[in-house]
């Protein structure tokens, strides 16, 4: 008896041939299912170019699969009859006795909505990734700290990635201290590979327009890559030109560069158009020929194996409320500047403008600008979690929210980061050129013209002291702070009140 025709659920993050829920259908019997729902579109008001390359890739994948000798039923957007969610499709694309099959969803809100389908639906496992939720589960379990550094050991080990037996090539597992040079005056990078919009492509670009043209973000000019050849480009254009470099500026910021030495392969990898081994493969060939140094091609590989797998692993260890954590109690609103409202701060201002232009900053303008001005001026995280997952082209909440909330703002409490991640404007004036020409003076700690990175970071410390006056790596800090004279705290807590003042005024800072 043969068995009856199965639905196989494609997601828009899903797209790659190498997938257990295509392996388990036959194309001759079987159909596939990919749709592009508004439910997806909106739950945060995503960047244009998210929205256009999402859909342009899974039109192109589509493609792909019939190629492949499959039946795809696709809605688009714009189908009169799209039901709106990825649920209600699946409903009007199967009836009560058809077999549902779909890799696991990676965001809760997509499992759970998919969970509760009146169907027969078989999840398989999200083989992209190198660890799964149960062995990730493995590891954590008894442990004090969650460490990224030992769970990127064990990945070393298994993947056998960088690996001279049972020891790490060179002697050492992590080479990030050879990873935070400042960039050397008239140093120039490659530009990255650009893939003007083809006829899939525009139709993408008109409808994201029409429908989604008001939200943050410039959709145009498009060059991202939408294909997996197109992804393959990149990844060689990488590890040709800036794998050898990017090992000691990947922590660089300036404003005369956007991408730097960073390879953009993060949403290629996301959306499954590559897979994070054969990325990381590529990085230890380089290195093994000769081709890029041990520091560069065991810091990509880190992000990738180590921190990548480690995030979801996080994320999935730490359930769905993970989402309400604020620990510190943070409730200040989001301010206007993180739409693009005017802000004196040059290196706040380089960055926001960068993501409205491209979907794109890289982990330190993150961390260390947004997150960093964020954290120190206390906005409710849940805010900032929201505006991380809208303007990013890679921003996919398994490997968001725990950077964010975690890794960014401390609001879960440690469980990612022993310590909060916060720092002056010494640091930012050390890793970059913003300083030059801005408004303020990074030298200066309170008063008219003064960063506001400085006092801001004291009155972080300062308001916070209960939690993290005991912390070891922060006891100098602490001590440094005690040791200054009372009037000068008092003047640098002023400035800082200041500042958060003209904030919730909604005033220009």
């Known amino acids: 008896m043969v068995n009856p025709a199965q639905l196989i659920v494609v997601l828009g993050d899903q797209l790659s041939l190498d997938s257990p829920a295509l392996a388990a259908g036959d194309p001759a019997r079987d159909r596939v299912l990919m749709a592009e729902v508004l439910g997806e579109a909106t739950y945060v008001p995503h960047h244009p170019k998210k929205i256009a390359l999402i859909f342009a890739a899974m039109r192109k994948f589509a493609d792909q699969l019939r190629e492949a000798g499959w039946q795809v039923d696709y809605t688009c957007l714009d189908d009169p009859d799209n039901a709106g969610s990825l649920a209600g499709e699946i409903l009007r694309h199967s009836v009560a006795d058809t077999p549902v099959q779909v890799i696991e969803p990676s965001e809760w809100r997509v499992r759970a909505d998919l969970r509760a389908l009146p169907r027969d639906v078989v999840f398989h496992t999200d083989t992209r990734f190198i660890s799964n939720v149960a062995e990730f589960a493995a590891w954590a379990e008894g442990r004090k700290a969650l460490r990224m550094e030992y769970f990127y050991r064990l990945m070393r080990r298994k993947t056998g990635l960088l690996m001279d037996g049972d020891a790490p090539v060179g002697g050492a597992w992590n080479f990030d201290a050879e990873n935070r040079k400042s960039l050397p005056k008239g140093i120039k990078f490659p530009a990255l590979p650009e893939f003007p919009p083809d006829a899939v492509t525009a139709d993408v670009l008109y409808l994201v327009e029409a429908r989604f043209g008001q939200n943050f973000g410039d959709l145009r000019p498009f060059n991202l890559a939408t294909t997996r050849d197109q992804a393959l480009q990149l990844l060689d254009h990488f590890i040709r030109f800036n794998l050898p470099v990017f090992g000691d500026y990947q922590d660089a910021m300036t404003g005369r560069e956007l991408y730097l030495a960073h390879s953009l392969l993060s949403y290629a990898i996301n959306l499954g158009l590559l897979s994070p081994i054969e990325v ?22 880190r992000q990738i194996i180590g921190w990548r797998e480690y995030i979801r692993g996080i994320y999935f260890s730490q359930g769905p409320d993970y989402v309400a954590q604020n620990q510190l109690g943070h409730t200040r ?6 739409w693009g409202a005017g802000t004196d701060m040059a290196c706040v201002g380089h960055a926001v403008a960068q993501t409205r232009r491209t979907g794109y900053a890289h982990h330190i303008q993150r961390l260390m600008l947004t997150g960093n001005f964020a954290l120190l001026v206390g906005i409710d995280p849940r805010a900032v979690h929201e505006w991380y997952l809208s303007v990013y082209i890679d921003a996919f909440e398994w490997v968001e929210l725990p950077n964010t909330l975690g890794m960014s703002q401390w609001a879960d409490g440690g469980v990612v980061a022993s310590k909060p991640y916060v720092s002056s404007g010494a640091y930012i004036n050390r890793m970059s050129d913003y300083c030059k020409g801005c408004a303020y003076d990074v030298k200066t700690r309170d008063g008219a013209g003064a960063c506001p990175f400085n006092s801001l970071y004291w009155h972080f410390l300062d308001r916070h002291q209960d939690r993290f006056g005991q912390n070891p790596r922060m006891g100098p800090i602490y001590r440094q702070w005690q040791k200054m004279d009372p009037d000068r705290r008092a003047a640098i807590l002023r400035s800082a009140e200041g500042i958060l003042a003209k904030l919730d005024a909604g005033e220009r800072v």
């Open 280 to 301: 990381c493969q590529r990085a230890e060939a380089a290195f093994h020929a000769g081709k890029a140094p041990l520091n560069a091609a065991e810091g990509f590989i």
């Open 333 to 338: 609103a989001l301010p206007p500047l993180y």
